[in-house]
């Protein structure tokens, strides 16, 4: 078993190496450029609208009707309705602009996507969806903070030097994946509808963020011929479970935290769907390049059903972020002897995943360490 998990750590080291001297070269993108291109692509693909608003786009809109930098939500949903209407053609419902507005105060720079429903009871069948993409004047340092949460909660990485993960991805590259990461909730037609929005279950969302991690990837590669983007995100979403994880579990004095809040850290744990996806296009990279979008799509639900991980064993992460290795792993190992069946699976699974946890520092050093020598 020790020596299986330490292949697994060797293959995560061993890949994000390779990225320095195989991966393509970051072009400059014009995001808003991106944005309307898919804003014309995706504006009925699946039978129902997919809107990406342009935040700097919007704000210029608002600027224009004397509101410039406002936080005010209800200047925001009327702005909102009134620049969906205009500027995509649909209309929307008010209650629907006010669910929306505060994602674009100012202050507001994460990305994120809002599906809306038919009926009020969801039943899989989508009316349209927002895509929120961040602001693209964030710099790299800026990125990496948002997506592993150092930006909310910087003393939990006051020992962090992001200095070592600042060559990991480009600041194109970590929007570009931000943007279709969003895009590919409101093209998951599976895992988001099982999301009830008064009781979020956490697995759910982590099928959830896995499809949309996974198909982001696929989509990045065929659309931009970036090819070795699954390591590096991993290591960042890894990142942002080891030092953040711990703290949203373990915050009993937030009395109005969810369950699915306090499960971030195994919620995006993403490393089982984002390093088989790599293997895949590593492996088919001509068969991927032409699939089509339900081709895509298919293949991306194929790889969270595979290799998301299971409610049980993310049940299982959950506590060990909670309560501690120490005190979890001696559990699950007393549960898997006595019940292997049930117990050995979620058991092994902890043993990676803290396998993982605990490497990821070591990874980065490995990683910088390559470049100091490439330089010189």
């Known amino acids: 078993m020790k020596r299986s998990i330490l292949r697994h750590v060797l293959s995560l080291s061993l890949a994000v190496i390779s990225v320095l001297g ?122 990496i903070k948002r997506i592993t949460g150092a930006d909310t909660h910087p003393e939990l990485f006051k020992n962090f030097n992001f200095e070592k993960a600042m060559s990991l991805l480009s600041q194109e590259e970590i929007q570009l994946f931000s943007l279709y990461h969003e895009l590919s909730h409101c093209l998951d037609r599976n895992y988001i509808a099982a999301i009830n929005e008064f009781e979020v279950v956490p697995h759910n969302l982590h099928l959830t963020e896995a499809f949309a991690e996974t198909n982001a990837l696929f989509m990045l590669f065929q659309r931009h011929r970036l090819k070795k983007l699954g390591a590096p995100r991993s290591i960042l979403r890894t990142l942002y479970s080891k030092y953040y994880g711990p703290s949203l579990a373990q915050k009993e004095s937030n009395v109005y935290a969810s369950e699915a809040t306090r499960a971030g850290g195994s919620v995006y744990f993403l490393s ?67 019940k292997p069946s049930m117990f050995l699976k979620p058991y092994q699974d902890l043993l990676y995943f803290k396998s993982v946890l605990d490497s990821v520092d070591k990874v980065l050093d490995s990683v910088q360490s390559v470049q100091v020598n490439n330089k010189n």
């Open 22 to 143: 195989t991966t393509s070269v970051a072009h400059a993108v014009d995001l808003t450029g991106e944005i309307e291109k898919l804003n014309s692509e995706f504006k009925n693909a699946l039978g129902y609208p997919i809107i990406i608003v342009d935040k700097p786009d919007f704000q210029k809109f608002l600027a224009k009707h004397g509101y410039e930098n406002t936080d005010n939500e209800d200047i925001l949903a009327r702005g909102l309705f009134t620049y969906i209407k205009q500027k995509h053609g649909y209309q929307m419902l008010p209650e629907e602009a006010g669910t929306l507005a505060p994602s674009f105060r100012p202050t507001n720079k994460d990305a994120s996507a809002q599906p809306f429903y038919t009926e009020k009871v969801r039943f899989n069948q989508m009316k349209y969806c927002v895509v929120i993409p961040s602001v693209t004047n964030n710099t790299p340092l800026e990125e």
């Open 272 to 338: 089982p769907v984002l390093l088989p996806a790599q293997k895949e296009i590593d492996t088919n990279p001509t068969q991927i390049q032409s699939m089509s979008l339900e081709q895509t799509l298919a293949l991306s639900k194929l790889i969270v059903d595979h290799h998301a991980i299971n409610k049980t064993s993310f049940e299982a992460m959950h506590m060990m972020m909670k309560e501690g290795p120490d005190v979890i792993l001696p559990h699950y190992q007393r549960l898997a002897a006595k």
